[in-house]
């Protein structure tokens, strides 16, 4: 029914930026919520940062003042600005969003496939 795609990981110096950019498609009425989450190696998921659709934000005190979610709706897209990356923002990083479909109006959360951020010297 809808399928969010996730682009931007890579690898990174400390210090450096990176641009997540998540895509979603498919049987979409509206998408709420959405929002980035991370898992690292032996962790438990976290929650990253969130937008709402009217736009307001939320985000870990980890990356307050350094990580921006930003979400462009005409384009069902949601961004993950990441600056003065550390070494502990290493993780995968998945797209979730909360989405009610055409036709069935069901709601749920969807889940991306993820995108790896991996941030060493």
């Known amino acids: 029914q809808v399928q969010l795609v996730e682009s931007g990981g890579g690898l990174v110096q400390p210090g450096g930026s990176l641009r997540l950019s998540c895509a979603a498609s498919g049987n979409i009425f509206n998408i709420n919520r959405m929002g980035w989450y991370r898992q690292a190696p032996g962790k438990e998921r976290e929650l990253v940062a969130g937008?709402?659709?009217?736009?307001?934000?939320n985000y870990a005190d980890s990356v307050k003042g350094r990580f921006t979610i930003s979400r462009d709706n005409a384009k069902n897209m949601v961004y993950l600005q990441m600056n003065s990356l550390k070494p502990e923002d290493t993780a995968v990083y998945y797209c979730?969003?909360?989405?009610?479909?055409?036709?069935?109006?069901?709601?749920?959360?969807?889940w991306g496939r993820g995108t790896q951020v991996a941030v060493s010297s």
């Open positions: 937008i709402t659709s009217g736009g307001s934000t």
């Open positions: 979730n969003a909360e989405v009610t479909t055409y036709y069935t109006s069901r709601t749920g959360d969807y």
